[in-house]
């Protein structure tokens, strides 16, 4: 996850969501050069954050299997070898997006989100929702540790839920300390904001120059 603190995961994360699904629809309908329009501009903009192009670069790495099925499935059927290379690049790029979203857009961004304008009930579903996520690692440790101490199924459940409760209280501090925001945080987030709608109109205006 990238740090908090970087204008990247300050955007707003249903703003966010609604960007990366349009360049990935947009990507997949356009003609290749308006594409590599697009694909260039999201590889200038990442630049703020290096981590992500390392973690793209293992995932790709990772998925390499995929890519060579491909490419001999192609062979196969006789597909040209260009459409292989255009369809693979997309891949690539939705890949790319992919991996931004999830290393900038947490649990505790949407926490934040719009907290001023939250009704009671919603915001207690969300503090709800943060806490739950942080005990689920809590619940897992202390299952392993009783784990190697009892044999009874049950009892190895209800000793660890006994050790969760009296994390309680550090868990609702450490949710209350990330859900709060300051007027600091609402300035950059407003920069940031800004930033990732740039992610749109400065494609889109190369796309409608070259039209």
Not at 85 to 95: E, K
Not at 127 to 132: D, E, G, M, S
Not at 146 to 154: A, F, L, P, T
Request: with cysteine.
């Amino acid at each position: 996850m990238i740090r908090k603190d970087n204008i990247l995961s300050l955007q707003n994360p249903i703003l966010k969501i609604f960007i990366c699904l349009f360049l990935i629809i947009l990507s997949s309908i356009i003609s290749f050069d308006k594409f590599l329009i697009i694909f260039g501009f999201t590889l200038l903009y990442l630049i703020i954050s290096p981590t992500i192009y390392i973690i793209w670069l293992k995932t790709l790495i990772k998925i390499t299997p995929f890519f060579i099925s491909l490419y001999l499935f192609g062979i196969l059927f006789q597909i040209p070898f260009a459409d292989q290379c255009f369809l693979s690049a997309r891949i690539i790029h939705i890949l790319l997006i992919s991996v931004y979203l999830v290393e900038t857009t947490s649990i505790d961004s949407f926490i934040s989100w719009n907290k001023s304008n939250d009704s009671e009930f919603w915001f207690k579903f969300k503090f709800f929702l943060v806490a739950t996520v942080h005990f689920i690692p809590i619940l897992t440790i202390k299952f392993k540790n009783n784990r190697k101490s009892h044999k009874n199924i049950v009892d190895i459940i209800v000793l660890s839920m006994e050790d969760c409760l009296k994390e309680i209280y550090k868990v609702e501090k450490t949710v209350i300390n990330e859900v709060e925001i300051n007027n600091e945080q609402l300035e950059v987030a407003f920069w940031a904001n800004f930033y990732l709608l740039l992610l749109v109109i400065i494609p889109g205006i190369f796309m409608f120059i070259n039209y």
